[in-house]
């Protein structure tokens, strides 16, 4: 089984979407259930057989950092008490994967953001996965690692959305391979929908090949002004593979809020 070890979860947006709460919060630390957004990513990664995580992070968020860091205080009283359940639960954090951090100093976009851990990554084929969107468990990034090793190239992970929402995604322009891997002939982010070439938007999982960080260094500011990942991707060439299952976006109110009451009813609360 061809293995990918490294995976970067950037995290260092604003979360302007879900302001006032992350004018103190972290968007990644916000609970879905009894546990932050960003931990259901961290498992997916390690779920995926990815061993180190690299959090990018921002100035000014150091509550998630705290939450990966030993709790020897709180694990000392919650042993002492018999809190077993509890105490996995509190470990779990710093036990899932080595997880180390990078910072981006400034909010210069999701391509510059993933230029940050270069040096973490170094010559070797990555994942990235954004942490505001969750795909229940660990088969798509296994799926991109697998096509990754099939194609020598850099995947991502795409769905057929509605062409009235295209316009909010990264659009590939498709050649078919098979029924759900195309390869990208372009990748425009975020285009006028009567632009947009298909109805294949990006999905918040990749699987890179390291070329894209020499592209990300050459990347010009594109759509809102930030350096795009889409943009550096496009210029290094790669495939597509269509995802058909489950996606949920908690990066915003309404699709927060519908996570939470799932993941809770999935967990037997009666909500
Ligand atoms: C980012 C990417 C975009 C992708 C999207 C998926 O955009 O830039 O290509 O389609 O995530 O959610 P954002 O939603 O951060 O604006």
Same mark, same amino acid.
């Given at each position: 089984? /061809?293995?990918?070890?490294?995976?970067?979860?950037?995290?260092?947006?604003?979360? /302007?979407?879900? &302001?006032?709460?992350?004018?103190?919060?972290?968007?990644? &630390?916000? /609970?879905?259930?009894? +546990?932050?957004?960003?931990?259901?990513?961290?498992?997916?990664?390690?779920?995926?057989?990815?061993?180190?995580?690299?959090?990018?992070?921002?100035?000014?968020?150091?509550?998630?950092?705290?939450?990966?860091?030993?709790?020897?205080?709180?694990?000392?009283? &919650?042993?002492?008490?018999?809190?077993?359940?509890?105490?996995?639960?509190?470990?779990?954090?710093?036990?899932?994967?080595?997880?180390?951090?990078?910072?981006?100093?400034?909010?210069?976009g999701l391509g510059?953001?993933?230029?940050?851990?270069?040096?973490?990554?170094?010559?070797?084929?990555?994942?990235?996965?954004l942490?505001?969107e &969750?795909?229940?468990?660990?088969?798509?990034? +296994?799926?991109?690692?697998?096509?990754?090793?099939?194609?020598?190239?850099s995947v991502i992970a795409v769905m057929e959305m509605p062409r009235n929402e295209i316009s909010a995604y990264g659009v590939v322009d498709p050649e078919p391979v098979?029924?759900s891997i195309v390869r990208m002939k372009g990748f425009v982010e975020k285009p006028p929908a009567d632009e947009a070439k298909s109805n294949l938007g990006s999905v918040g999982r990749y699987?890179?090949?390291?070329?894209?960080?020499?592209?990300?260094?050459?990347t010009?500011?594109g759509a809102g002004g930030e350096?795009q990942l889409t943009d550096a991707i496009a210029a290094?060439g790669g495939y597509a593979l269509i995802h058909r299952?489950?996606r949920?976006d908690?990066?915003n109110? +309404?699709?927060?809020?519908?996570?939470?009451?799932?993941?809770?009813?999935?967990?037997?609360?009666?909500?």
């Open positions: 089984m /061809t293995t990918v070890r490294k995976a970067v979860i950037p995290a260092a947006g604003l979360g /302007t979407r879900i &302001l006032p709460a992350t004018k103190s919060i972290p968007k990644e &630390l916000l /609970t879905l259930v009894d +546990r932050p957004m960003i931990s259901y990513v961290v498992e997916e990664a390690v779920g995926a057989g990815c061993t180190d995580v690299i959090i990018v992070t921002s100035p000014g968020k150091a509550a998630l950092e705290e939450y990966f860091r030993p709790a020897p205080e709180l694990e000392a009283i &919650l042993e002492r008490k018999h809190k077993d359940e509890l105490l996995a639960a509190v470990r779990e954090a710093t036990e899932l994967a080595n997880v180390t951090f990078v910072t981006q100093d400034e909010p210069l510059h953001a993933v230029a940050c851990a270069r040096d973490a990554i170094g010559d070797e084929p990555f994942a990235v996965l942490p505001d &969750l795909f229940g468990g660990p088969s798509l990034v +296994r799926g991109l690692i697998d096509a990754n090793a099939r194609f020598d190239a098979d029924e699987v890179l090949t390291p070329e894209v960080f020499d592209a990300l260094t050459r010009k500011p350096i290094v299952g489950r949920r908690a990066g109110p +309404r699709g927060y809020v519908a996570a939470f009451v799932e993941l809770a009813r999935e967990r037997g609360f009666p909500v």
